[in-house]
């Protein structure tokens, strides 16, 4: 093989390296070519492509071309959060499409009513109706629009915090133990927050030492239990504390 190229002539040497250099662009081809069967075409971004060219003078010395870059503009993929919440009569978190390949229009169907999307792909508003809505979002580019994507959007309603207290004795003497429960539950459409639950020890009767439930603590004759946050429709809690009958 080394004594057929060293008898080649400059031509003939000219000649296989062009060749060589031609087989080499179409394996590339062939390779990009798979590439893309292989990704899905939701995630392709912009086509971008820059053609290049090698070559030789009479006296063997290698040089190189590059051409333009051409772009080919594909459409976008919407690729913000799937979810977004916000409470009734408050001002909602504004939420920003996100795609890719440079989106020069948003649309969304469906939104719940006081919410608007502006032209920046930015939903805002303040919700006036409570309950969960099926977002439709689109963006558009040049080369058309995305897929349709779904954001679920949940408005949570007012809270509405129920107590009931309860005593294990409807009549009791002198000496007696009598206890207390107060049931609280949070029956509304929105979360409750910040809840402070308070009970004053009843005119004659003492209460029963560590008989208080449910982080609660005295001050005075008055029980106060923090309980911080209560979800909309979530079980019933209870909090408790015993007297005795003077």
Known sequence: MLRALASM?????????????????????????????????????????TATATYSDAA?????????????????????????????????????????????????TGLPTGLTLATTGIISGTPTVARTFAVTLTATNAAGTSAPFTLTI?????????LTKSADKTTAISGAVITYTIQYQNTGGGDATNLVIKDVIPTGT?????????????SGSTISWTIGTVTAGAAAQSVSFKVTVN
């Open 9 to 49: 002539s400059r031509t003939e040497v000219i000649k296989m390296n062009g060749f060589l250099r031609m087989v080499q662009s179409q394996l590339q081809m062939v390779l990009a070519a798979l590439l893309c069967l292989a990704l899905p075409a939701a995630s392709w971004a912009n086509i971008a492509n």
């Open 206 to 218: 003492t209460l029963v030492t560590g008989s208080i439930t449910g982080g609660g603590t005295l």
């Open 60 to 108: 063997l010395n290698n040089y190189t071309a590059t051409s333009n870059a051409v772009t080919t503009v594909t459409p976008p993929v919407i690729t913000s959060a799937a979810t977004a919440s916000g409470n009734l009569n408050s001002a909602f978190t504004p939420y920003q499409i996100t795609a890719t390949n440079s989106p020069t229009s948003y649309g969304a």
């Open 154 to 162: 949940t408005i949570k309603g007012t809270p509405s915090v129920v």
